[in-house]
């Protein structure tokens, strides 16, 4: 997916790739993401893409805590997105 950093008038942008992939143990994943600065300059991509991260981090610590019921049903929506069921996730 491609992605705009704030703030905007820097013109930073980026593809993004997220790879889940399974792990030996079950129900544990290996995460990936790929990402490729598309504009802006660099100097500006590198400092802004830190908070992006960082953000992304916080979510992955934040989802530790979600509960197992709640971690289905967003794995079910997942699904039917991917499947083209669904266009968007609800809460």
Same mark, same amino acid.
């Given at each position: 997916?491609?992605?705009?950093?704030?703030?905007?008038?820097?013109?930073?942008?980026?593809?993004?790739?997220?790879?889940?992939?399974?792990?030996?143990?079950? *129900?544990?994943?290996?995460?990936?993401?790929? =990402?490729? &600065?598309?504009?802006?300059?660099? #100097?500006?991509?590198?400092?802004?893409? +830190?908070?992006?991260? *960082?953000?992304?981090?916080?979510?992955?610590? =934040?989802? &530790?805590?979600?509960?197992?019921? #709640?971690?289905?049903?967003?794995?079910? +929506?997942?699904?039917?997105?991917?499947?083209?069921?669904?266009?968007?996730?609800?809460?």
């Amino acid at each position: 997916m491609n992605i705009w950093l704030a703030p905007f008038d820097l013109g930073v942008s980026q593809h993004v790739t997220v790879r889940a992939m399974p792990e030996a143990e079950h *129900n544990i994943y290996a995460v990936s993401l790929q =990402i490729k &600065r598309l504009s802006g300059e660099d #100097a500006s991509w590198r400092r802004v893409n +830190q908070r992006f991260m *960082n953000v992304i981090r916080k979510q992955f610590l =934040i989802w &530790r805590t979600v509960d197992a019921e #709640a971690k289905e049903g967003y794995r079910q +929506q997942g699904s039917e997105i991917l499947q083209g069921l669904r266009s968007e996730v609800s809460a």
